[in-house]
């Protein structure tokens, strides 16, 4: 029998998943099934539940319900434990499992993608929200040599800073949390746009000179030139928006799942071309 999955979220029409998983299953020779999910903003639970009780085996959560599946799950397991979001589910009875592999992703596409270590390195990571939240513990056991969180409303990056404070499993020395008035005279090796500000047109109000010597500025949307990729390839930094990401953590999903651990370099290729 076919397993189901799916991915939730709203919107989700836009969502390559499907495509993704479909090539995973195709890859690994996985009988399964993936559908999107469109949630309205007030019955993420509800949708959860329904796809479970009628035989699904795991649910992919993308924006806006990250948090909120978060508080869903019964268990948590690997980086779930800290992040405070969820991005994947697997259904084991009613027993409600919640992964987050968006930081494996993010740090798997970074670092072994497009080649550009982490440790060591100065990052500015925009956003407060749940993405931000998921990727937070991979970046910091990367050991950066400083971790600066921006966000528009900085009491949110002041509220992460601290949330991530309560944990001994890993040191935060160097992280901050600035508005981003106050980034005027830094410069940065590694930066990474967590905010959805790039699907409106819009983007993070950055300095110019905020991009160090050979910089990476990272976009977590993907399939679009953003105006925060089109800004930073003006002045000369290295620009990257999240097709891998996006893959990377599908994979790691996938793995969960499934026990098996697809190819991801030639979906990235395709998805790139296309």
Known sequence: MT??????GNPVAHSKSPLIHAEFARQTGQDISYIAVLAPPDGFRAAVLAFRDA???????????????WNLATAHRGYAFNAGAV???EFRGSEIIGHNTDGIGLVRDIKENLGCSIQGRRVLLMGA???SYGVMEPLLREQPGE?????????????LVAY???????????????PYAGLRGA??????????????GEMPPLPGDIFAPDALAYDMVYGRTTPFLEFARAQGARAADGIGMLVEQAAEAFFIWRSVRPQTASLIAMLRKA
């Open 187 to 200: 410069q940065f090796d590694v930066l990474i746009n967590a905010t959805s500000a790039g699907l409106s």
């Open 164 to 178: 991530f404070e309560k944990f001994q499993t890993f040191a935060l020395r160097g992280v901050t949390a600035r």
């Open 87 to 89: 991005n994947t589910f």
């Open 55 to 69: 035989g699904g085996r795991g649910i992919n959560v993308t924006l806006p319900f990250k948090h909120e599946a």
């Open 129 to 131: 929200g749940g993405a």
């Open 147 to 159: 971790i600066a969180v921006a966000n528009r409303t900085v009491d949110k990056a002041v509220t």
């Open 3 to 8: 397993d189901k999955y799916a991915v939730i």
